[in-house]
């Protein structure tokens, strides 16, 4: 295990290598969608896939497209637009090449394939970095132009690619994959509600959804970012992959139940993209102006021509009046995994319930494993006896934590598909799905709260039962800061509320957010709410980058109007930012896994002869030398004497930081008592080393715990010299 961060340093750096991408595969340059700029006349396109190789700087071709219009005179122009700059923008009269062979149009079906070299003047044109940078924002605009009255016949639209991009799969499965790790960690740690894993898993799934909706927003975002984030849409739930029977299922649900917005489908949504935004950054005005006064007639016959045509493969027309344009926010991230923005809600909500059943499943292995221990009394009496006793608070606990990841995605698509006119059993279900979320995670909190009104925060940490189930919302920070999960969960709510309602608004969203963001860090620096110095540094460390990326956001901001290669540049800061700021979160996971394994074989070694003084001596020591380096450094704050289980006192209430002079405070223990029928393990002092599992839990594999969850007050204050004797060690 001791290989274990080398080899996370192998993977983290595998990780960063394709997050920024830079590596061209091969050089190329093809079209990744096609769309009709105006409703087609002239031209007609079944299949329009044509790719540059600069290696051998040729041309590859397979067109599929049929010129329909008879007699008619028409000039092309092709228009090439990179970043917003327009490096080829030219104007051919077709009756002045070629001896006027395309002069008058011929009608003529053309479905070919072949592949032609191309001089060397050609290829000299094209700067190599436009094979290189990931997510290239690029367009080919081919429009064909009646000469005598300026009408536009035909107006085809291409969108470029290289085949680069920051979306990965490979680090959705590597951030998913670690992130499953850690929950397994945590899972097997959480017996203690004190343990930092759980609340670590937490920070890094925070953050995984932080980067995942901060692409939700009404901007005009670099594509780059957009895809860098998207990376992360598992945190919200959105699974999605081309056209899978989930999607259809929401399609046909829809359709069944009113829905008449667009169905998801397998294409490319970049063709949909509305073409003010990146990638196609054109703000002049769509030229398909010049095609409102044609007939209606003449229009029903072009568009059943078109349908008819167009049966193998979808090309549509998108221009800026027509009504299947993607704006901005979540209808363009999700869309780009082929989630249609009326599906969204109910793919989270869809995933939620698979995610319950498997809690359900995992909780009832849980239980039928508590039984068949009780029945053939497997183990030992006392063990099997504290089992039953912890079991349904750590249910409850991970219930709770399962609640607060859940919360921001449900609570977000809740919203959002209230602002859509669709199916009425989306919105019932959304109803329902908020309703749950809501009281999932409010109840909770009320219970916390009026626990403190009735007697006062420290009851928290020394009641079992309130800390084992309860844990999750408080049992990382102070006493006297036990509220600090409350502007947590206000502010996921308000974040919800701006990502969804307030989309009209890219400017107010962005602002709003970064006012939450800043009230936010500003807690954090103030209050300095965790037990050690070193968690309060990495929280606000966390809060202090999203401020920051936030802050860089503006930029996006459409009436703004940054160009779009410093955009583009922007975009890959914040990603690098974010990539860093994730590996930050893992590495830190990592120190603490590494330091269980090592706490685990330390006592693995030792337990059997020295005494349970003694192997947690050496358990110190090894903390002490490993805890340097990490975020949970013990000599930031030293721990303080922990209260006695029945005389509950909390010194850090009066008496912050200072261990030499602890204060008693008796709590109203009774009131508690009655109130909390469910806490059936009350009375009884467990052993130090109850947990069935082989770490040191509860305690001393806890960086951030001061309180000794379940008594047993010897022992603990036994350990405050131990651990002057580790400090003396550095
Ligand atoms: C051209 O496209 C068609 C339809 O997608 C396909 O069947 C054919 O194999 C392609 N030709 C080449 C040379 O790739
Ligand atoms: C198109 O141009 C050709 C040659 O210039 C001319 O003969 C023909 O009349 C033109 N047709 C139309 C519809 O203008
Ligand atoms: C391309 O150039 C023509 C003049 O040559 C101009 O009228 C047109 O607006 C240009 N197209 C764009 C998109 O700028
Ligand atoms: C082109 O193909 C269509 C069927 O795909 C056919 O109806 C039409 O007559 C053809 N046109 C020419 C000029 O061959
Ligand atoms: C150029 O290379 C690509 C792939 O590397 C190949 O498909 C294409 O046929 C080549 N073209 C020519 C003209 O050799
Ligand atoms: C969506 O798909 C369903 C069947 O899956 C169909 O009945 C419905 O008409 C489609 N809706 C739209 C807007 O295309």
């Given at each position: 295990m001791f290989s274990f961060l080398a080899r996370l340093r192998v993977a983290a750096f595998t990780l960063s290598s394709l997050v920024i991408s830079s590596h061209a595969l091969e050089g190329s340059l093809f079209t990744s969608s096609v769309t009709y700029c105006s409703t087609p006349e002239t031209l007609l396109i079944q299949q329009f896939d044509v790719e540059y190789f600069a290696a051998n700087q040729s041309v590859s071709f397979n067109i599929s497209a049929e010129s329909v219009d008879s007699n008619v005179n028409v000039s092309a122009s092709l228009l090439v637009n990179v970043f917003g700059i327009e490096p080829l923008n030219i104007t051919i009269d077709l009756c002045g090449i070629l001896n006027g062979a395309l002069c008058p149009l011929p009608e003529y079906?053309?479905?070919?394939?072949?592949?032609?070299?191309?001089?060397?003047?050609?290829?000299?044109?094209?700067?190599?970095?436009?094979?290189?940078?990931?997510?290239?924002?690029?367009?080919?605009?081919?429009?064909?132009?009646?000469?005598?009255?300026?009408d536009v016949k035909a107006c085809v639209q291409a969108t470029l690619s290289n085949g680069l991009s920051t979306h990965q799969l490979a680090v959705e499965w590597a951030t998913g994959g670690l992130t499953i790790f850690t929950f397994l960690v945590a899972l097997w740690q959480s017996y203690s509600p004190t343990t930092i894993l759980p609340y670590r898993l937490m920070d890094l799934i925070y953050l995984f959804q932080n980067v995942a909706v901060s692409a939700l927003f009404n901007l005009n975002y670099p594509v780059t970012y957009i895809s860098f984030a998207l990376n992360f849409a598992w945190s919200l739930s959105l699974f999605s992959s081309g056209d899978d029977s989930m999607q259809g299922a929401i399609n046909n649900m829809r359709a069944l139940t009113g829905g008449g917005l667009a169905n998801s489908s397998s294409n490319s949504a970049v063709a949909f993209v509305n073409r003010k935004l990146s990638p196609f950054n054109s703000d002049s005005a769509s030229s398909s102006s010049s095609i409102s006064g044609l007939s209606s007639l003449t229009r029903r016959t072009v568009d059943s021509l078109v349908s008819?045509?167009?049966?193998?493969?979808?090309?549509?027309?998108?221009?800026?009046?027509?009504?299947?344009?993607?704006?901005?926010?979540?209808?363009?991230?999700?869309?780009?995994?082929?989630?249609?923005?009326?599906?969204?809600?109910?793919?989270?909500?869809?995933?939620?319930?698979?995610?319950?059943?498997?809690?359900?499943?995992?909780?009832?292995?849980?239980?039928?494993?508590?039984?068949?221990?009780?029945?053939?009394?497997?183990?030992?009496?006392?063990?099997?006896?504290?089992?039953?006793?912890?079991?349904?608070?750590?249910?409850?606990?991970?219930?709770?934590?399962?609640?607060?990841?859940?919360?921001?995605?449900l609570v977000v698509f809740a919203f959002y598909q209230w602002t859509l006119n669709d199916s009425w059993l989306s919105v019932l279900f959304s109803v329902i799905a908020f309703l749950g979320i809501m009281i999932a995670v409010c109840y909770p909190c009320?219970?916390?709260?009026?626990?403190?009104?009735?007697?006062?925060?420290?009851?928290?940490?020394?009641?079992?039962?309130?800390?084992?189930?309860?844990?999750?919302?408080?049992?990382?920070?102070?006493?006297?800061?036990?509220?600090?999960f409350l502007p947590l969960v206000i502010v996921a709510f308000f974040k919800a509320i701006i990502v969804s309602f307030i989309s009209s608004s890219g400017?107010?969203?962005?602002?709003?957010?970064?006012?939450?963001?800043?009230?936010?860090?500003?807690?954090?620096?103030?209050?300095?709410?965790?037990?050690?110095?070193?968690?309060?540094?990495?929280?606000?460390?966390?809060?202090?980058?999203?401020?920051?990326?936030?802050?860089?956001?503006?930029a996006f901001i459409q009436s703004i109007g940054v160009k779009p290669i410093p955009r583009y540049a922007i975009g890959l800061v914040l990603a690098v930012i974010y990539s860093i700021t994730i590996l930050v979160v893992f590495f830190n996971i990592a120190l603490h896994i590494q330091r269980l394994f090592k706490r685990r074989e330390a006592s693995?070694?030792?337990?059997?002869?020295?005494?349970?003084?003694g192997s947690s001596n050496t358990m110190l020591e090894k903390d002490a030398v490993s805890s340097s380096t990490s975020d949970s450094d013990p000599y930031g704050r030293p721990r303080n004497p922990t209260p006695e289980r029945n005389v509950p006192l909390d010194p850090e209430i009066n008496q912050p930081y200072n261990p030499s002079s602890p204060t008693t405070t008796t709590t109203d223990y009774a009131s508690t008592r009655q109130r909390d029928s469910e806490s059936t393990n009350f009375g009884s002092v467990l052993p130090r080393r109850w947990s069935f599992t082989p770490l040191h839990t509860p305690t001393d594999s806890s960086a951030l715990d001061h309180t000794p969850p379940f008594g047993s007050t010897l022992s603990r204050t036994s350990e405050e010299p131990l651990e002057k004797v580790s400090h003396s060690h550095d």
């Open positions: 079906n053309f479905t070919g394939s072949d592949s032609i070299s191309l001089p060397d003047s050609f290829a000299s044109n094209i700067p190599s970095i436009v094979f290189k940078v990931p997510d290239l924002e690029g367009y080919a605009q081919l429009t064909l132009t009646e000469v005598s009255t300026g008819n045509n167009l049966q193998q493969r979808d090309v549509a027309v998108v221009t800026s009046e027509s009504d299947n344009v993607l704006s901005a926010g979540i209808p363009i991230y999700v869309s780009t995994i082929n989630i249609a923005t009326a599906n969204a809600f109910m793919t989270v909500f869809l995933c939620t319930l698979i995610l319950i059943a498997i809690t359900l499943s995992v909780f009832s292995i849980g239980w039928v494993s508590l039984f068949t221990m009780e029945r053939f009394r497997l183990g030992h009496e006392s063990r099997r006896s504290q089992l039953r006793n912890a079991y349904p608070s750590w249910v409850r606990a991970w219930i709770l934590r399962l609640s607060l990841i859940m919360f921001t995605p009320v219970v916390v709260i009026r626990t403190v009104r009735r007697s006062e925060p420290s009851v928290l940490y020394t009641d079992p039962f309130l800390l084992k189930t309860y844990g999750p919302l408080h049992a990382q920070y102070l006493p006297r800061r036990y509220h600090f400017m107010a969203q962005i602002i709003l957010f970064l006012i939450l963001e800043i009230a936010l860090v500003l807690r954090v620096l103030l209050l300095r709410p965790h037990k050690t110095r070193g968690a309060d540094i990495f929280s606000s460390f966390l809060a202090i980058v999203r401020v920051v990326c936030t802050g860089l956001m503006i693995r070694s030792s337990s059997r002869s020295s005494s349970l003084h």
